[in-house]
């Protein structure tokens, strides 16, 4: 499978603290991004790293790419209460027999942060 | 600019019947994609259309359909249904000139199959 793969599942921390998580993947890839999604709705995107970049910023928001690992980490710093929700990873792989580029999400890492 | 929007924001349907849900993207965006997220599977990709043409489709049975018209506004229908059907839907949108970059998506339609 293609799919991205979060790491932790679920993540509990308090406020102020900073939160990691973590993407692999199988395949290589364009682009990667990563979307947050409050309960039960829709997906927010939040920060897309090309394959030939290392990192990128976004406020309080960092994102590393590491494609020898096939590995991407989102970090949050200083996170607060209202940063709870489920963050995913999706991936852009274009296959190699031709075709159109798809979009895969990863299971997400929930993110609980307390008051 | 107006987000996406999903219609109906919640249906219930029993087994065997049919369900056609509807989307509308943002404007100028061509690309919608379907998706169907459940606790177990998580995110799953049903289709893409693009100019109303499906560009790519996932790994769901035939039951599962879409179209998209010339204002870009995209349905998808299941027939059929079945218990499994139960799930968040959600469309997303994108200008997708060039691969794959930011999605927008709806707030989703979430369907309960009895």
């Known amino acids: 499978s293609q799919q991205g793969e979060e790491d932790p599942q679920a993540l509990s921390i308090q406020e102020g603290e900073n939160a990691t998580m973590n993407c692999s993947y199988k395949?290589?890839?364009?682009?990667l991004q990563w979307y947050r999604q409050n309960s039960g709705r829709g997906l927010v995107h939040l920060i897309l790293?090309?394959?030939?970049?290392r990192e990128k910023h976004s406020g309080r928001l960092r994102v590393t790419l590491d494609t020898s690992k096939k590995s991407s980490s989102l970090l949050i710093t200083a996170s607060r209460a209202a940063d709870t929700a489920s963050y995913f990873c999706?991936?852009?792989?274009?296959?190699?027999?031709?075709?159109?580029?798809?979009?895969?999400f990863g299971k997400g890492t929930k993110l609980t942060v307390n008051p | 600019k107006a987000g996406v929007t999903q219609t109906p924001r919640y249906l219930i349907k029993t087994r065997g019947q049919q369900v056609t849900l509807s989307c509308s993207p943002i404007?100028?965006?061509?690309?919608v994609s379907w998706y169907q997220q459940t606790p177990g599977q998580g995110l799953q990709f049903l289709f893409e259309?693009?100019?109303?043409?499906?560009?790519n489709k996932g790994n769901f049975p035939g039951r599962f359909s879409g179209r998209q018209f010339s204002n870009s506004r995209s349905e998808m229908n299941v027939s059929t249904l079945e218990l499994g059907d139960s799930a968040l839907y959600l469309c997303?949108?994108?200008?997708?000139?060039?691969?794959?970059?930011?999605?927008?998506f709806g707030p989703g339609t979430r369907l309960t199959v009895l």
């Open positions: 997303a949108s994108s200008l997708r000139d060039r691969g794959y970059n930011e999605q927008f």
């Open positions: 395949t290589s890839i364009n682009n």
């Open positions: 790293i090309r394959s030939n970049e």
């Open positions: 999706a991936t852009v792989h274009r296959p190699s027999q031709g075709g159109s580029e798809k979009l895969v």
């Open positions: 404007s100028g965006h061509r690309s």
């Open positions: 259309y693009f100019s109303e043409t499906q560009r």
